[in-house]
């Protein structure tokens, strides 16, 4: 069964940075690509960055974004998402997932993506 474990999360002044990070159970990096999503307030969930499982090659749904870098430690289990340079408008719940492409970043629809975490709240505020 595959578990996902996100933390990090917390209530940061803009222009600040965190690290968030989302521990897998088992062998899930070994067999998954990992993504994270965010959801804020009344919005739908949106894809921040992906990671896949072959390569560890990282993957952004706007390549040309500068302040979202997802990194991984397979011998911690662990997916980093490091945010830089925060914004009020970054302000949500941010979650990981596995992929349900065997392992690739292919596609960046929530719903295409099987397990999730419960989710790390990160706050933005003056």
């Known amino acids: 069964q595959v578990q996902l474990v996100e933390s990090g999360g917390g209530l940061v002044q803009p222009g600040g940075s965190l690290r968030l990070s989302c521990v897998a159970s088992?062998?899930?990096?070994?067999?998954?690509?990992i993504g994270w999503f965010r959801q804020a307030p009344g919005k739908e969930r949106e894809a921040v960055a992906c990671i896949s499982s072959f390569d560890g090659r990282p993957w952004y749904p706007d390549p040309t974004q500068g302040r979202f870098t997802i990194s991984r430690d397979k011998g911690k289990n662990t997916v980093y998402l490091q945010i830089d340079n925060l914004k009020v408008e970054d302000t949500a719940v941010y979650f990981c997932a596995t992929d349900g492409f065997g392992g690739y970043c292919a596609g960046w629809s929530p719903a295409n993506w099987d397990s999730w975490g419960q989710g790390t709240q990160v706050t933005v505020s003056p």
């Open positions: 088992g062998s899930v990096l070994e067999h998954h690509a």
